[in-house]
């Protein structure tokens, strides 16, 4: 590149500055902290064995069937993030269902993952986490693929950075708690059905009211309130 334009300036990829800035912002959370490394090890579990991938893509789901291959986190792709929240949520039915199967192999490492990752799964707080994270990903997904494109204009990126904080903030309200709980719980009432019959169970867990973290509340441009 010096060779071609000696006087051009170095300047740092921020679409890969947003991706970590938005990690270490996420990986501050501890049920999306969970959810996220459940993602990773369900992706490593399932599409690690033919045998088990296998299994995984014959499995049968009621209603729409859209099968969506697992996908591995990555550091500096924000897509793939999205990408395999997606996925898992999607997938949800199909993924209970095969580590159900694999939970009685006879193979001791996969009887024992699987088991892990069954007990990980069935809890309505990575259920939370996965609903929490697929509005998450899905608002600042776009935002990341313009930043990371051939032709970026920064008037444009400015304009776009500031309609996703601005959707953001719009989800940091009581409505749109009420709606990804009541997602979340639909999902764990699936999930009961799905578990009939086998010797685990959905654990409950009350909806959560704590404050937001420092670097969330950042995020979205708020600040937590001084008690008096």
Partial sequence: MEECSPLGIYVHCYGHVLNLALKDTVTQIEPLRNALGTFQALYNFLEASPKRHALFSDTDMQGEDLKLTLKSLSTTRWSCWWEAAKAVHGQMERIVKALLTLSSDKDPKTYSESRALLNAICDLEFV??????????????????????KTVDVISARRNANLTIQTLRQCRSEESFKSVWQLA??????????????????????????????RLQTLVGKTRSKKA
Avoid: H
């Fill in 185 to 214: 719980s639909a999902m764990g009432l699936k999930m009961k059905n799905w578990l009939t019959n086998s010797q685990f169970e959905l654990r409950e867990t009350r909806a959560p009211r704590q404050t937001p973290s420092c």
């Fill in 128 to 149: 939370f986490g996965l609903c929490v994270l697929k509005v998450i990903l899905s608002n600042t997904s776009s935002l990341c693929r313009y930043l990371q494109g």
